[in-house]
């Protein structure tokens, strides 16, 4: 058991300030425990997200000594001894109260997809997919929306480049319909020109702030910028579509 | 006091409360049948409870073992709800379930694979053939991403972060809800002629629970406050494997898919322990030796299951035992054991359990064995309801998901909760559009009523003094764990009922720093309410049930008596504002039902019933 200092940001949109508050630390704990501490100890009104604390809802998102992290994953025995922890709120979306702010862009870019769109069932009722076939979709899948990727990323950090780019969140998003093995829908336009993909130059910060290490970088967004590549710049793949115009976008590969 | 008019009022054919598997569903059905529908959620949309569902839901699709059929599902979760089930509810949910899971792959859904590209299912506790479509170990969440990403294109309105106050009422009907935007602290009337609950348990009432904070009988309080009734409130499942080590992660969820794909059981003394607790009632279908238990997990179709795969209560029990006789594990548990298969194997099938241990416990389970223990998980119990249209007796009121009673009985199995809340979410949707169908006039929201509700929340905002809720939601905790936990004794059970009494008088003083944005403590202060109700309920029903049944064990009144049987425990807050309970007889049971709960399962695997 030991005494630790915490610098938490205080305040909304208005402004606001850091404040120290001292919490007792027992063997085990975690981030977001300390903080529970806090509101029942020292500020009743401190305001957090979280919800299941087992790091699978992506809900209590905030900046951990600057690093963008999960709270209730980052344990206190990963910090120097007397160390001072900082929390913020993401820097990227604006802030509502304390450590909260508002992530409601990214439900948004998420409507702006668009849905799913199956092949029909076979005559026996049934979908059939190897499960070599989804492996890389399920990988996608496993995003648990903590939108720390979101958060690290430069070009939406930049205020005039964000509304150009999805956001790694949701290239990978893309990635998953573009790979799934039973969307019809040609979906490279929409990668290239409502997404942006060309905006992504690859420093893999979204890669490594990801709780789920899900490989957005190499395995969704590159993968998805060959293929807006492949289908809008490259000569021969656009003499062959001319050349066999009767082979249709949507068929998948 | 402010006028109606100045405050915001939003409309809707039916509104949705809560945005997990149940609430999530019913939507997608009424947007479906041309309802304008809303949907609140407490959080963010896509972080309800149910993400942390990790097994699989159940359904007899019959991939993988071909015997299987819904007639032994329904068998199933009778034998493990201990026939206290509402039996047309056990019947409609198994024959539904297979659909509504085919359906989620038309919506997105990627669940693991068989070797001939079908939905693969795994093996469960109480489920006699592998049962649970899955994706590894975090199923919850690909429903709840599956049905959030397919929701919000049907038309329904999501408002987020929008707390639930109370229902309100026009002449005995339902006429809508008061809410408030936590971002604003501000209040929200949904004028609405049919709300659905979908609002989950209150799990937040004990100390050691796998439940989040959201999880404080919202749905509870506020439709005994409407006068609708709850039932079978006394059967809490304690799921037997939550985290014990180290301290702040008590309670977290080992999911049951370890023990499914081959976990064992061990005490102190390396004893396999499951052998010696075996019930007579499971003991045909149980394997009696090691030998026969690792034949059944290579595959062996012969072979009986390990008997670290009886149902929840039961395995919750035994470790129990294990501990208070000193056989326990260094931190008070017992030890789950996985690291006799392939290390890729686990990584691969359990990866969040791979990674929860490592992260919160530095365990490896590829290497080392878990420490496990009870936590309080999931009410079986809830809202009663009508069992085919999900109505409760308030018109216009409709429940579906953890928050309503019925399906499951006195035990539920594991992977039956997720195919609960997409059959009958579906079906409540259902429901409310039939409801409004045959919905004469428009129930209207009167002035007074909002009135009241608002000042019932403001006043512990704008107290002088007052006690911190948090220190009363400790107490809360303690009084629960201590005496209404998974071993209860009337006189404890007596003196809980009074604490609690003592209690109530506390909740209705607790003060929250006066500011409404944001708050988590005014928002505790409104929780305390419902947390309150939901566990008097509680503590009502295991004092009234005089025997051991399923998840509700009676040290004083052991094992089941024919009693028990006859009745479910109902619940209903009296013309003075307390919280009656009685004996509610139960109808009998359909015949062919009756007979196929009872057949042998030689009958129903060729579907000779």
Sequence with gaps: ?253 | MIDLNEIQTIEHDVLVVGAGGAGLRAAIETSNLGLNTGVITKSLLGKAHTVMAEGGMAAALGNVDGRDNWKVHFRDTMRGGKFLNVWEMAAIHAQDAPERVRELEDWGAVFDRTRTGLINQRNFGGHRYPRLAHVGDRTGLELIRTLQDHGIHQGMDVHMECIAIDLLMDGGKISGMLAYWRETGRFVVFKAPAVIFATGGAGKAWRVTSNSWEYTGDGYGMAARAGAELMDMEFTQFHPTGMVWPPSVRGILVTEGVRGEGGILTNSDGVRFMFDNIPDRFAPETADSKEEAQRWLDGDREARRPPELLTRDVVARAIMREVKGGRGSEHGGAYLDISHRDSDFVKRKLPSMYHQFKELAEVDITAQPMEVGPTLHYYMGGIRVDGVTQMTCVPGLFAAGECSAGLHGANRLGGNSLSDLIVFGARAGRGAKEYLDNLSGSPNVQQEQVHEHMRGVTDFLNREDGENPYVVVDDLQKIMELNVGIVREGKELEEGIEALQELKKRVANVKAHPTSQYNPGWNTCIDLRNMITSAEATALCALQREESRGAHTRLDFEGEREEGLTYNGVVRLNSEGNLEVRKEMRKDAPEDLHKIAHSTLEELEGSRV
């Excluded at chain 1, 005039?160 to 093995?181: I, V, Y």
Aim: proline share 5%.
């Design chain 1, 1 to 253: 058991m030991s005494e630790r200092t915490f610098r938490v940001w205080r305040g909304n949109q208005d402004g606001g300030e850091f404040v120290d508050y001292s919490v007792e630390v027992q063997p085990g704990m975690v981030v977001l425990d300390c903080i529970h501490e806090i509101q029942k100890e020292h500020a009743s009104d401190l305001s957090c997200r979280w919800n299941c604390k087992a790091g699978k809802c992506g809900s209590c998102s905030m900046e951990i000594n600057g690093k963008p992290g999960l709270s209730c994953m980052t344990r206190m025995n990963t910090f120097e001894e007397g160390e001072t922890v900082t929390l913020q709120p993401m820097k990227a979306f604006p802030v509502i109260k304390d450590l909260a702010c508002d992530v409601s862009w990214n439900y948004k870019q998420n409507e702006r997809i668009r849905p799913f769109a199956p092949r029909e069932r076979d005559p026996d009722g049934e979908h059939r997919m190897m499960q070599e076939d989804v492996d890389r979709v399920q990988e996608f899948r496993k995003c648990i929306e903590c939108f720390l990727c979101q958060d690290t990323c430069h070009i939406l950090r930049d205020r005039e480049t964000e509304q150009n780019f999805a956001g790694p969140r949701f290239m990978a998003r893309l990635a998953s319909l573009d790979m799934h093995p039973l969307d019809t829908d040609d979906r490279i336009q929409e990668v290239k020109d409502e997404s942006g993909s060309g905006l992504c130059n690859i420093t893999r910060c979204c890669t490594e702030a990801c709780p789920e290490h899900i490989g957005i970088t190499d395995n969704a967004i590159i993968p998805l910028k060959e293929r807006v590549v492949d289908r809008f710049y490259d000569p021969l793949m656009w003499l062959m579509r001319k050349l066999r115009p009767g082979k249709k976008e949507t068929v998948k590969n």
